[in-house]
């Protein structure tokens, strides 16, 4: 299956998801590394890997505007999936709407708690023994998709929300991989297309 991944920042989900990628069997392939912005260090990441990028400020843009563009450039890159991984734009209901079951995100808590910013301090200030990451489909609702797969992360004495994102990260890059393919490969097997034909006529 080919998939564009959607990012804004560091990127380093992506190389885990790219890197995974490249293992043998592997049943997706990045297509696409889309961003809103064109000094996104994951962009650079992908350029030096040979993998096609595309990048578009949304500064002084309608948010429908830059939607469509980086929805295009999905589409041309011939993408079946969409996977956001540190993409810090919410998107249009249309565009979600359009990629319903088709789109993935990574949130950096145990989902349904926390959703939005600010996940860890929020667990850590509430005293929970336990952070976590969540791989989930998107849905309008923010971070309120499907939950596809989470590992949870124990908080320790004196954690700051800085040490616990980076043990977060740690176990989102051997979560989202292994989610994604699982996903991609449900979406492959017979079953699962009678499904989809069978939503489509409806
Ligand atoms: C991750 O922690 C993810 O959960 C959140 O944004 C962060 C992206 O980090 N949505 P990176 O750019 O993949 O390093």
Same mark, same amino acid.
């Given at each position: 299956?080919?998939?564009?991944?959607?990012?804004?920042?560091?990127g380093?989900?992506?190389?885990?998801?790219?890197?995974?990628?490249?293992?043998?069997?592997?049943?997706?392939?990045?297509?696409?590394?889309?961003a809103?912005?064109?000094?996104?260090?994951?962009?650079?990441?992908?350029r030096?890997?040979?993998?096609?990028?595309?990048?578009?400020?949304?500064?002084?843009?309608?948010?429908?505007?830059?939607?469509?563009a980086?929805?295009?450039?999905?589409?041309?890159?011939?993408a079946?999936?969409?996977?956001?991984?540190g993409?810090?734009?919410?998107?249009?209901?249309?565009?979600?709407?359009?990629w319903?079951?088709?789109?993935?995100?990574?949130?950096?808590?145990l989902l349904?708690?926390?959703?939005?910013?600010?996940?860890?301090?929020?667990?850590?200030?509430?005293?929970?023994?336990?952070?976590?990451?969540?791989?989930?489909?998107?849905?309008?609702?923010?971070?309120?998709?499907?939950?596809?797969?989470?590992? !949870?992360i124990?908080?320790?004495?004196?954690?700051? =929300?800085?040490? $616990?994102? +980076? /043990? @977060? &990260?740690l176990?989102?890059?051997?979560?989202?991989?292994?989610?994604? !393919?699982?996903?991609?490969?449900r979406?492959?097997? =017979?079953?699962? $297309?009678? +499904? /989809? @034909? &069978?939503?489509?006529?409806?």
């Amino acid at each position: 299956a080919k998939v564009a991944v959607f990012v804004s920042g560091t990127g380093t989900n992506m190389a885990a998801l790219l890197y995974a990628s490249r293992l043998p069997g592997s049943p997706y392939e990045i297509a696409l590394v889309a961003a809103n912005d064109p000094a996104a260090p994951a962009l650079a990441l992908a350029r030096a890997e040979g993998v096609p990028t595309f990048a578009l400020a949304h500064a002084g843009m309608a948010r429908e505007d830059h939607d469509a563009a980086m929805e295009r450039a999905a589409r041309d890159a011939g993408a079946q999936y969409i996977v956001l991984a540190g993409y810090m734009r919410i998107l249009t209901p249309g565009f979600v709407g359009r990629w319903e079951g088709r789109m993935l995100n990574i949130h950096p808590s145990l989902l349904p708690a926390y959703p939005g910013l600010d996940t860890h301090a929020r667990a850590i200030a509430a005293g929970d023994s336990y952070g976590g990451t969540s791989v989930h489909l998107v849905t309008e609702e923010l971070d309120a998709g499907e939950i596809l797969g989470q590992i !949870a992360i124990a908080i320790q004495p004196g954690d700051t =929300p800085a040490a $616990l994102a +980076a /043990r @977060v &990260r740690l176990a989102e890059h051997q979560l989202y991989p292994r989610v994604l !393919a699982d996903y991609v490969s449900r979406w492959n097997d =017979p079953q699962h $297309l009678l +499904a /989809r @034909v &069978r939503t489509l006529a409806l």
